[in-house]
């Protein structure tokens, strides 16, 4: 073999290097995830654990649930990652239609389960599942296999912009008869960013837009306790034992927490008076016991998750994959500020979770699932 030939070999190296390390899985999608859920499940234990013990006798009951349902999605979340694209890809219109059927399903008074008057969830054995989480996977999966296949139309109302529009219109129609306008909130927000990016017309999202203004106003105006929950958002001390009593509880944890907070599990708002602090506002439970401090880390690990999410999309050249990075992306961070802004009282009271911190089974697989699929379009992005 001559010099030539052996100086060749040497130059083709480091590109395979290259090569390898841009299949590999992120890291940093994956230690951001599992430093949340870890985080999360100690949140957990710490708000529930006196509320779980006078309901059921056992102060790590709720904590154990999570712990089964954090397996289920880290499997969930191991097997995604490995998945090629093609995969992913031939999954988008079944996983859409079984968050359409589960939505149907949990609506009949037979099979759905009814909790506070709202019908959201379906029984499965022990365990119960939300169905309007599997319909954000499915819209965040069909809105990027649409725009990959037929993104060219999506200028054109009637053959481009329309058809996907409808589509999620009749999930977030099954969402607020539930009734869950949060869960609709963020599904529209998503899907409008989705289709903003992916090239429809400014003035076709307006038509929407206002289009649903008139619709929103009666469901909210028109109906009792999301009329008092919207005044009460104004101010919270003119019903301080009624609609304004859950935002006036997570000012005093928040308040009560200062800078570095009383201590983990030294907190005194979960003793019964900030309600459920283990679900929709564990970060203001979290923010008693860990503090200003403890709350910036969690925020900041939510926005890098994002910022992370936005960068994956931005570096694949794969319509498909770029869809549904920026859906995982838009679907965490548009959750994250929703829950954030309650708690701190900048929104009305809305019941959603905190992305992989709050109690729930199906939100926390659904991230993680979102989790999986950053890690596997990081792993099929080109060479750099």
């Not at 499997?75 to 995604?80: D, R």
Request: charged letters at 15%; proline letters at 5%.
């Amino acid at each position: 073999m001559g010099w030539g030939d052996q100086q060749s070999m040497t130059l083709r190296w480091p590109d395979v290097a290259v090569a390898e390390r841009s299949r590999r899985g992120d890291h940093t999608i994956l230690l951001v995830t599992l430093l949340l859920v870890a985080i999360g499940l100690g949140m957990i234990y710490s708000a529930s654990g006196v509320l779980a013990d006078k309901r059921f006798g056992a102060s790590s009951y709720f904590l154990k649930r999570q712990l089964l349902w954090c397996a289920v999605g880290l499997v969930a979340l191991l097997v995604v990652a490995r998945c090629d694209l093609a995969t992913l890809r031939r999954w988008a219109v079944p996983v859409l239609l079984l968050g359409l059927l589960s939505l149907v399903l949990v609506l009949l008074p037979s099979i759905g389960v009814a909790v506070k008057g709202a019908r959201r969830w379906l029984r499965i054995g022990a365990l119960t599942i939300q169905p309007s989480e599997v319909a954000k996977l499915g819209v965040v999966l069909y809105l990027a296999h649409y725009l990959a296949k037929k993104g060219e139309r999506i200028g054109d109302f009637w053959r481009g912009f329309a058809p996907p529009m409808v589509v999620v219109g009749l999930l977030i129609a099954l969402i607020v008869a539930e009734p869950d306008m949060g869960t609709a909130a963020v599904i529209g927000l998503v899907t409008l960013g989705v289709l903003f990016v992916g090239g429809a017309r400014l003035g076709h999202l307006l038509v929407i837009a206002v289009a649903a203004l008139p619709i929103v106003y009666l469901l909210v105006m028109r109906v009792d306790y999301r009329r008092q929950r919207l005044l009460s958002f104004w101010d919270p001390w003119s019903d301080p034992t009624g609609t304004g009593f859950q935002v006036i509880q997570s000012f005093l944890a928040l308040g009560s927490g200062g800078p570095f907070g009383v201590g983990l599990g030294e907190g005194r708002q979960k003793l019964f008076y900030l309600p459920e602090p283990h679900t929709d506002f564990v970060l203001a439970a979290l923010g008693e016991e860990l503090g200003f401090v403890g709350t910036a880390m969690v925020i900041l690990l939510l926005g890098a998750f994002v910022a992370k999410g936005f960068s994956i999309a931005l570096e694949t050249n794969e319509p498909f994959a770029r869809y549904v990075a920026l859906g995982v992306s838009l679907l965490i961070g548009v959750h994250s500020l929703i829950n954030v802004g309650v708690i701190t009282g900048l929104l009305p009271t809305k019941g959603l979770t905190l992305p992989f911190l709050s109690y729930g089974g199906s939100s926390l697989v659904v991230c993680m699932v979102g989790a999986g699929l950053l890690i596997a379009i990081h792993r099929h992005r080109p060479p750099i």
